[in-house]
């Protein structure tokens, strides 16, 4: 289970004034986990049908976004076997924070042509989303469960953690996207709507887009305050 946004666009400069970095072994970790995930992800196999050659890039490519997502968002890990990494107010990173965030080797490890469709089918779905959804949110960006750990719960624990993550930033709307037809019945089991479904014109592929609102944290009793 995984779904993917491109690395072109977006508008928000990166903040890491609120970043807790996770250790270099745990990003590695998270990038070995989403390339056997996303192993024979629609997307990632129009844009390379090759599977020998996406086994040679899919790290580094879940290294850039798990990288940049602990930047300017987060990253959750769920006991090694599932995983979300998730933004703020943007799908993707722009041409500044891709610099600033060392995302400028991943097109080049994909080949430009594979990252030429990739960034067109993205640029669709960002439009999309802009067209659709307020100025502020949080995007869950990409979710994987390791192919040996499907069904366990691991895909419901990392979403929500993602969404309390995003709580604790202040935002009130989860968005995400997917381009997995099983995967639609699995969101909408945990509140998400389907608030836009298209066939992306340059790779004839369908995406749904959802949305669900995040319920704020419960109060404390009275007189019950936090450490």
């Not at 997307?43 to 086994?55: F, K, W, Y």
């Not at 430009?112 to 999309?128: D, G, S, V």
């Amino acid at each position: 289970m995984g779904d993917i946004s491109g690395l072109v666009g977006g508008n928000a400069p990166i903040d890491a004034s609120n970043v807790k970095p996770r250790p270099v072994h745990e990003l590695s970790l998270v990038a070995a986990l989403l390339a056997r995930a996303f192993a024979n992800d629609p997307m990632l196999v129009h844009a390379d049908p090759d599977p020998r050659r996406r086994a040679r890039w899919l790290r580094k490519l879940y290294w850039g976004t798990a990288r940049f997502s602990q930047l300017t968002g987060g990253v959750e890990l769920i006991e090694g076997r599932g995983t979300a990494l998730w933004l703020q107010n943007q799908t993707e990173p722009t041409l500044l924070q891709a610099i600033f965030g060392g995302l400028l080797g991943v097109p080049f490890a994909l080949g430009l042509r594979t990252w030429f469709r990739i960034a067109r089918h993205e640029a669709f779905c960002t439009a999309r989303v802009r067209l659709l959804c307020p100025q502020r949110y949080g995007y869950l960006w990409i979710l994987g469960v390791d192919p040996a750990a499907q069904r366990q719960g691991f895909g419901r624990l990392a979403v929500q953690a993602a969404l309390e993550s995003m709580r604790a930033r202040g935002h009130q709307l989860c968005v995400l996207k997917t381009e997995t037809p099983e995967n639609v019945a699995f969101y909408q089991s945990l509140g998400f709507e389907c608030i836009d479904e298209q066939v992306v014109p340059s790779s004839g592929i369908r995406y749904w887009l959802f949305s669900r609102a995040i319920s704020p944290a419960p109060a404390l009793p009275q007189g019950q305050r936090t450490a």
